[in-house]
T-cell receptor, first 117, second 110 residues
């Protein structure tokens, strides 16, 4: 069964450094998402991406963050100048949903645990 | 806040019993989805109910939706130890964005 994959599973970085979190969505999916979940807290939407551009973004997704689909398979989240409060699990998700499809389920990757020290 | 709110926050039951979790939301929705998250792991999609549906079944799962009350429930029948996880309801709003609550932590005691 196809699945969303994410690398690395755990990333430790020092405050002020840049990190890139990588995701490979399910191949025939059209929409891609990034979420984060601070330990013990609720899932927070960061950004959605469709047709090579951001379709929605939350207040959290400020200039510190950027997303890119550098090739036909990868979807990346870059966090510049990381802060302690960026420590969280970051989940990538993809969905088949589009105008011609009514499939709204999102399929999540296993997450990348980001620890900023 | 437009987030979904799950109730209870935590639920502990004996294996074999039924578990019921409730969810309320504030916005108009396109559909409502339930997800499960095992500790420290990713979210797994369980079931989706559309705004024009009132009840849906999938295996041991039964979901209801009352759009007039802006509420939903998830029933897990004949619970098993492997059902131990956090359960999240995620209404999808008119912008097709999922709105997440804090989840219900379900513990099934063997």
């Amino acid at each position: 069964e196809p699945e969303v994959t994410q690398t690395p599973s755990h990333q430790v970085t020092q405050m002020g450094q840049e990190v890139i979190l990588r995701c490979v969505p399910i191949s025939n999916h059209l929409y891609f998402y990034w979420y984060r979940q601070i330990l013990g807290q609720k899932v927070e939407f960061l950004v959605s991406f469709y047709n090579n551009e951001i379709s929605e973004k939350s207040e959290i997704f400020d200039d510190q963050f950027s997303v890119e689909r550098p090739d036909g398979s990868n979807f990346t989240l870059k966090i510049r100048s990381t802060k302690l409060e960026d420590s969280a699990m970051y989940f990538c998700a993809s969905s088949e949903w589009g105008v011609l499809s009514s499939s709204y389920e999102q399929y999540f990757g296993p997450g990348t645990r980001l620890t900023v020290t | 806040s437009q987030q979904g709110e799950e109730d209870p926050q935590a639920l502990s039951i004996q294996e074999g019993e039924n578990a019921t979790m409730n969810c309320s939301y504030k916005t108009s929705i396109n559909n409502l989805q339930w997800y499960r998250q095992n500790s420290g792991r990713g979210l797994v999609h369980l079931i989706l109910i559309r705004s024009n549906e009132r009840e849906k079944h999938s295996g041991r799962l039964r979901v209801t939706l009352d759009t007039s009350k802006k509420s939903s429930s998830l029933l897990i029948t004949a619970s098993r130890a492997a059902d131990t996880a956090s359960y999240f309801c995620a209404p999808m709003d008119s912008n097709y964005q999922l709105i997440w609550g804090a989840g219900t932590k379900l513990i099934i005691k063997p």
